[in-house]
């Protein structure tokens, strides 16, 4: 009997950020935040009420206990966390820098050499395999490392194998892998994907599609045995106002879904909304018979929360998440405050 409604794999980071939007050359202070696309993802999906994990590895330290207590504080099972216990084990990390207009938010990151770069399929069980109903993964971790992107392949066919959806979220990084790269990789593995995530830019760069963005999600869907394509739309007004929606395509009733955008969130903290988008869609199927409707609403509305919220991690439960959809869904007034 299958334990998880979801798996992910992927890196788990410690960010560390300047108090007060302070400038990182001028900071004697940071504040620290446990995060990654992956843990993201899981941890969304858990807060809305599903059962999940995370695979990883993690340094055989107090920074790799400082991690997976918060992978635990996020209802998101450690089941399958590894542990590195070589001498030079080390978590990976980045600073980040918000902005306000002109200047834009920036990222340095310290992660080369991270445990996860010494992950190996051999430290995991084969029941594994069959424990979970869907496993997602992203480019992120495909581009890390010739190590993680070995093990995510392996990990791909093997759970495909067993029968679980196969969820991809490109989530292309410049500064780990060029275009043509992520191109080659990940068109090893489109065969094995139903969930497909990828922006329409990305399409565009990467794997150098054309035509309107109809044409493009169609193309993936006609060239692969991918079942539903998302593609998120991000207006950024300035680093603090964006607005947020996007599309998912159906490949079996050849239908498109999309909703009015979220118009102008006040934005706090947008790292980690591509993530909440997924976790959100994520759950809007698993927690339904593959329903785009309710994953295009349950997808936007977490990713506009989540732009309003510090840190990695999202923090929205069920409740509040209907309670926002609802309001965006409203025809007339709306409270402006819950009490």
Known sequence: MEKFDLLTLGEVLLRLSPKENKRIVRSTEFE???????????SGVSLLGLHTGIISKLPANA????????????????????WDH??????????????TFPRKPQVVYDRKHSSITRISIDEFPE????????FHVSGITLALCPEARTCAIEMIKRFKEAGALISFDVNFRLNLWTGAEAKACIEQILPYVDIFFCSEDTAR??????????????????????????STQRVVHSPKQHSFGSVIYEAKSDTFYTEQPYEKIDVVDRIGSGDAYCGGMLYGLLSSDMDCRKALAFGNACSAIKNTIPGDLPSSDLHEVEYVIADHNAKGPVSEMNR
Request: charged share 25%; with cysteine.
């Open 32 to 42: 620290s935040h446990v995060g990654g696309a992956e843990l993201n993802v899981a």
């Open 63 to 82: 920074i790799g206990e400082l991690a997976r207590s918060k992978v635990r504080s996020m209802n998101v099972s450690d089941d399958y966390l590894v």
């Open 86 to 99: 070589t001498e030079d084990a080390r978590l990976g990390a980045y600073f980040y820098e918000s902005a």
């Open 127 to 134: 029941d594994m395999y069959k424990s979970t109903r869907c």
């Open 205 to 230: 760069l990467t794997f150098l599609k054309e035509g309107s963005l109809e044409d493009i999600m169609r193309s993936f869907t006609a060239e692969y045995p991918i079942q539903i394509v998302a």
